[in-house]
């Protein structure tokens, strides 16, 4: 069965630095997205992207987040500076698209969780 | 603004019995409704889906219910087993808008 891989499953790193969390979604899928969660808390939304360009954000993908497709099959996000309150785990997710322009069925990787010390 | 929230943060259950999960939104644009399943440390998985342009999905063992004039959701699952043991996410989306907000989660415990 399909499915949407990611990696890495775990990144420390130290407040500053640049990150890139990668992501390979299900190969007919279009539409891309980018989700973390804080540890016991609900699943936010980051980023939505279709067509090789951002379709939606939310208020914390600020100027320091980042995305990209660079190929055919994958799909990143990059933190430049990262932050103590960057630490989370990060869910990549994919999906045909519905009719009408609904995201419809999210299929999410198991996610790279993000240590920033 | 948007909102999913949940009315109840954990459920227990018994096995073998039904369990109800509700969810309530206030987004009046939301048309497409979502139920998702996380076990721990895995990401979330689709259970079931509707539109606006229905009050009841039924899928093999959960029955999703909407109820627009409230804006209420409901995700019933039929013989509670083991492995449904797991956080429950309500999650929203409209039509045009490829953004699905998730609700807060209910983790629901069932005991043998």
């Known amino acids: 069965e399909p499915e949407v891989t990611q990696t890495p499953s775990h990144q420390v790193t130290q407040m500053g630095q640049e990150v890139i969390l990668r992501c390979v979604p299900i190969?007919?899928?279009?539409?891309f997205y980018w989700y973390r969660q804080i540890l016991g808390q609900k699943v936010e939304f980051l980023v939505s992207?279709?067509?090789?360009?951002?379709?939606?954000k939310s208020e914390i993908f600020d100027d320091q987040f980042s995305v990209e497709r660079p190929d055919g099959s994958n799909f990143t996000l990059k933190i430049r500076s990262t932050k103590l309150e960057d630490s989370a785990m990060y869910f990549c997710?994919?999906?045909?698209?519905?009719?009408?322009?609904?995201?419809?069925?999210?299929?999410f990787g198991e996610g790279s969780r993000l240590t920033v010390l | 603004g948007e909102s999913v929230g949940l009315h109840l943060p954990t459920l227990s259950v018994q096995e073998g019995d039904n369990s109800i999960i509700n969810c309530a939104y206030s987004?009046?644009?939301?048309?497409?409704f979502i139920w998702y399943k996380q076990e721990s440390g895995k990401g979330p998985q689709f259970i079931i889906d509707?539109?606006?342009?229905?009050d009841k999905r039924q899928g093999q063992r959960v029955t999703v219910l909407l109820n627009k004039t409230v804006k209420h959701l409901s995700l019933q699952i039929a013989a509670t087993q083991p492995g449904d043991s797991a956080v429950y996410f309500c999650?929203?989306?409209?039509?045009?808008?490829?953004?699905?907000?998730f609700g807060a989660g209910t983790r629901l415990f069932v005991k043998a």
């Open positions: 509707i539109r606006s342009n229905m």
């Open positions: 999650a929203e989306a409209y039509t045009g808008g490829f953004k699905t907000i």
């Open positions: 997710a994919s999906s045909e698209g519905l009719a009408g322009g609904i995201a419809g069925e999210l299929f």
């Open positions: 987004n009046s644009a939301s048309d497409y």
């Open positions: 992207f279709y067509n090789n360009e951002i379709s939606e």
């Open positions: 190969s007919n899928h279009l539409y």
